[in-house]
Protein backbone atom coordinates (compact mmCIF):
# COMPACT_ATOMS: atom_id res chain seq x y z
CA UNK A 1 0.00 0.00 0.00
CA UNK A 2 3.01 2.28 1.10
CA UNK A 3 4.59 1.91 -2.78
CA UNK A 4 1.49 2.55 -4.43
CA UNK A 5 0.89 5.31 -2.31
CA UNK A 6 4.52 6.77 -3.39
CA UNK A 7 3.77 5.98 -6.81
CA UNK A 8 0.83 7.55 -7.10
CA UNK A 9 2.05 10.67 -5.42
CA UNK A 10 4.86 10.69 -8.09
CA UNK A 11 2.77 10.48 -10.64
CA UNK A 12 0.24 13.26 -9.69
CA UNK A 13 3.77 15.91 -8.77
CA UNK A 14 5.29 15.25 -12.58
CA UNK A 15 1.45 15.56 -14.34
CA UNK A 16 1.30 19.32 -12.54
CA UNK A 17 4.93 20.21 -12.29
CA UNK A 18 5.89 19.34 -16.20
CA UNK A 19 6.22 20.93 -19.66
CA UNK A 20 6.75 19.13 -22.51
CA UNK A 21 7.03 21.13 -25.90
CA UNK A 22 7.31 18.87 -29.11
CA UNK A 23 8.24 19.04 -32.81
CA UNK A 24 7.43 15.97 -34.99
CA UNK A 25 9.00 16.63 -39.01
CA UNK A 26 5.60 16.08 -40.90
CA UNK A 27 7.45 14.66 -43.67
CA UNK A 28 10.19 12.15 -42.42
CA UNK A 29 8.98 8.44 -42.90
CA UNK A 30 10.00 5.35 -40.31
CA UNK A 31 11.13 3.15 -43.49
CA UNK A 32 13.96 5.55 -43.78
CA UNK A 33 15.19 4.21 -40.53
CA UNK A 34 16.49 0.46 -39.69
CA UNK A 35 18.88 1.43 -36.45
CA UNK A 36 19.22 4.23 -33.99
CA UNK A 37 21.76 5.04 -32.12
CA UNK A 38 21.81 6.88 -28.64
CA UNK A 39 24.99 9.19 -28.26
CA UNK A 40 25.68 10.07 -24.38
CA UNK A 41 23.96 13.60 -23.69
CA UNK A 42 25.51 16.50 -22.69
CA UNK A 43 24.83 17.09 -19.16
CA UNK A 44 24.98 19.35 -16.03
CA UNK A 45 24.35 18.74 -12.75
CA UNK A 46 23.55 22.23 -11.68
CA UNK A 47 24.07 22.13 -7.45
CA UNK A 48 23.69 24.47 -4.70
CA UNK A 49 27.25 26.81 -3.65
CA UNK A 50 27.31 25.14 -0.39
CA UNK A 51 27.51 21.62 -2.29
CA UNK A 52 29.79 22.77 -4.67
CA UNK A 53 32.59 23.65 -2.04
CA UNK A 54 32.49 19.99 -1.53
CA UNK A 55 33.98 19.27 -4.84
CA UNK A 56 36.79 19.88 -7.27
CA UNK A 57 35.99 20.93 -10.72
CA UNK A 58 37.38 17.81 -11.90
CA UNK A 59 34.86 15.74 -9.51
CA UNK A 60 31.55 17.97 -11.15
CA UNK A 61 32.93 17.07 -14.32
CA UNK A 62 32.80 13.61 -13.79
CA UNK A 63 30.04 13.59 -12.10
CA UNK A 64 28.26 14.64 -15.52
CA UNK A 65 29.81 12.25 -17.34
CA UNK A 66 28.66 9.17 -15.26
CA UNK A 67 25.26 11.18 -15.37
CA UNK A 68 25.33 10.86 -18.88
CA UNK A 69 26.22 7.34 -19.38
CA UNK A 70 23.84 6.30 -16.76
CA UNK A 71 21.08 8.72 -19.22
CA UNK A 72 22.56 6.84 -22.06
CA UNK A 73 22.11 3.09 -20.85
CA UNK A 74 18.00 3.83 -18.87
CA UNK A 75 17.43 5.08 -22.85
CA UNK A 76 18.70 2.27 -24.53
CA UNK A 77 16.62 -0.34 -21.70
CA UNK A 78 13.28 1.94 -22.00
CA UNK A 79 13.89 1.29 -25.81
CA UNK A 80 14.27 -2.52 -25.43
CA UNK A 81 11.19 -2.94 -23.14
CA UNK A 82 9.09 -1.43 -26.48
CA UNK A 83 10.78 -3.83 -28.99
CA UNK A 84 10.23 -6.90 -26.59
CA UNK A 85 6.14 -5.52 -26.05
CA UNK A 86 6.45 -5.09 -30.11
CA UNK A 87 5.61 -1.48 -30.36
CA UNK A 88 8.94 -0.61 -31.37
CA UNK A 89 9.50 -0.07 -35.17
CA UNK A 90 13.71 0.03 -35.29
CA UNK A 91 16.10 -1.28 -33.95
CA UNK A 92 18.53 0.15 -31.50
CA UNK A 93 22.22 -0.15 -31.06
CA UNK A 94 23.85 -1.06 -27.73
CA UNK A 95 25.45 1.88 -26.51
CA UNK A 96 28.69 -0.01 -25.79
CA UNK A 97 28.98 -0.82 -29.50
CA UNK A 98 28.33 3.34 -29.99
CA UNK A 99 30.69 4.53 -27.83
CA UNK A 100 33.47 1.90 -28.64
CA UNK A 101 32.85 3.38 -32.21
CA UNK A 102 33.55 6.47 -31.43
CA UNK A 103 36.66 6.34 -29.48
CA UNK A 104 38.33 3.89 -32.00
CA UNK A 105 37.51 6.92 -34.72
CA UNK A 106 39.15 9.49 -32.27
CA UNK A 107 35.92 11.20 -31.26
CA UNK A 108 34.74 12.41 -27.63
CA UNK A 109 31.86 10.61 -26.46
CA UNK A 110 30.80 13.84 -24.57
CA UNK A 111 31.32 16.26 -27.15
CA UNK A 112 30.98 15.46 -30.69
CA UNK A 113 29.01 19.02 -32.03
CA UNK A 114 31.57 19.29 -34.84
CA UNK A 115 30.80 16.09 -36.61
CA UNK A 116 27.25 16.39 -38.91
CA UNK A 117 25.03 13.76 -37.80
CA UNK A 118 25.75 12.09 -41.58
CA UNK A 119 29.66 11.75 -40.71
CA UNK A 120 28.41 10.38 -37.17
CA UNK A 121 25.61 7.66 -39.05
CA UNK A 122 28.72 6.21 -41.62
CA UNK A 123 30.54 5.43 -38.70
CA UNK A 124 27.97 4.09 -36.44
CA UNK A 125 26.25 2.08 -39.36
CA UNK A 126 22.86 3.60 -38.31
CA UNK A 127 20.25 6.00 -39.87
CA UNK A 128 19.21 8.14 -37.10
CA UNK A 129 20.99 9.48 -33.94
CA UNK A 130 19.59 10.87 -30.52
CA UNK A 131 21.81 13.24 -29.12
CA UNK A 132 20.61 16.22 -26.76
CA UNK A 133 21.45 18.18 -23.55
CA UNK A 134 20.13 17.29 -19.80
CA UNK A 135 19.60 19.54 -17.11
CA UNK A 136 19.65 18.11 -13.16
CA UNK A 137 19.34 19.78 -9.91
CA UNK A 138 19.75 16.28 -8.23
CA UNK A 139 22.37 13.50 -9.50
CA UNK A 140 20.20 10.14 -10.60
CA UNK A 141 23.01 8.13 -11.42
CA UNK A 142 23.36 5.59 -8.04
CA UNK A 143 26.70 6.14 -7.47
CA UNK A 144 26.84 10.61 -7.72
CA UNK A 145 24.20 10.70 -5.59
CA UNK A 146 25.23 7.78 -2.92
CA UNK A 147 28.72 10.30 -3.00
CA UNK A 148 26.60 13.74 -2.63
CA UNK A 149 24.72 12.42 0.10
CA UNK A 150 27.59 11.32 2.07
CA UNK A 151 29.20 15.04 1.53
CA UNK A 152 26.75 16.92 1.77
CA UNK A 153 24.65 15.17 4.55
CA UNK A 154 21.90 14.63 1.94
CA UNK A 155 20.56 17.96 1.14
CA UNK A 156 19.32 18.07 -2.08
CA UNK A 157 17.99 21.15 -4.22
CA UNK A 158 14.65 20.29 -4.97
CA UNK A 159 14.70 17.51 -8.24
CA UNK A 160 14.34 18.98 -11.29
CA UNK A 161 15.32 18.58 -14.77
CA UNK A 162 15.35 19.78 -18.44
CA UNK A 163 15.65 17.37 -21.15
CA UNK A 164 16.14 18.40 -24.73
CA UNK A 165 16.52 15.82 -27.16
CA UNK A 166 17.04 15.85 -30.69
CA UNK A 167 16.42 12.35 -33.51
CA UNK A 168 18.05 13.38 -36.72
CA UNK A 169 18.65 11.78 -39.59
CA UNK A 170 22.21 10.68 -40.94
CA UNK A 171 20.63 10.37 -44.00
CA UNK A 172 20.38 13.88 -44.75
CA UNK A 173 21.22 15.49 -41.69
CA UNK A 174 17.10 16.59 -41.40
CA UNK A 175 15.66 17.15 -37.51
CA UNK A 176 12.77 14.43 -37.35
CA UNK A 177 11.84 15.01 -33.75
CA UNK A 178 12.67 17.76 -31.25
CA UNK A 179 11.33 16.74 -27.44
CA UNK A 180 11.66 19.46 -24.64
CA UNK A 181 10.90 18.71 -21.52
CA UNK A 182 10.79 20.50 -18.09
CA UNK A 183 9.87 18.46 -14.65
CA UNK A 184 9.78 19.74 -11.02
CA UNK A 185 8.91 17.44 -8.56
CA UNK A 186 9.77 14.08 -7.65
CA UNK A 187 11.79 12.48 -10.02
CA UNK A 188 12.22 8.89 -8.80
CA UNK A 189 14.89 7.13 -7.51
CA UNK A 190 17.72 6.47 -10.56
CA UNK A 191 18.06 7.09 -14.50
CA UNK A 192 16.26 4.72 -14.83
CA UNK A 193 12.92 6.04 -12.95
CA UNK A 194 13.82 9.34 -14.53
CA UNK A 195 13.93 8.01 -17.86
CA UNK A 196 10.43 6.43 -17.99
CA UNK A 197 8.74 9.60 -17.07
CA UNK A 198 10.73 11.75 -19.65
CA UNK A 199 9.97 9.37 -22.14
CA UNK A 200 6.85 8.12 -21.40
CA UNK A 201 4.35 10.89 -23.21
CA UNK A 202 6.78 10.95 -26.49
CA UNK A 203 6.59 7.62 -26.88
CA UNK A 204 2.99 8.13 -28.26
CA UNK A 205 3.97 10.59 -30.77
CA UNK A 206 7.64 9.88 -32.23
CA UNK A 207 7.42 8.28 -35.39
CA UNK A 208 9.93 4.96 -34.38
CA UNK A 209 6.77 3.69 -32.04
CA UNK A 210 2.97 2.65 -32.59
Known amino acids: MKNTLTILCLLITTALFSQTKLYVNPNYYVSKT??????PLRVQVKLRPKQLKDFTSEQIAQMDKDESLDIQKGMYTWFLTRKKRGTMLV?????ARTNALLKKNGIDIYSNEEYLPSELGKILGVETLITGTFETSKPMS????????????GLFAT????????????????????YNKKIKGSLGSDAQDLINILMRKVSRRIPYTK
Open 142 to 153: TGAAVGLAVLTG
Open 159 to 178: NSAIMNMDFTSTIDDELVVN
Open 34 to 39: KTIAIL
Open 91 to 95: EVQNP
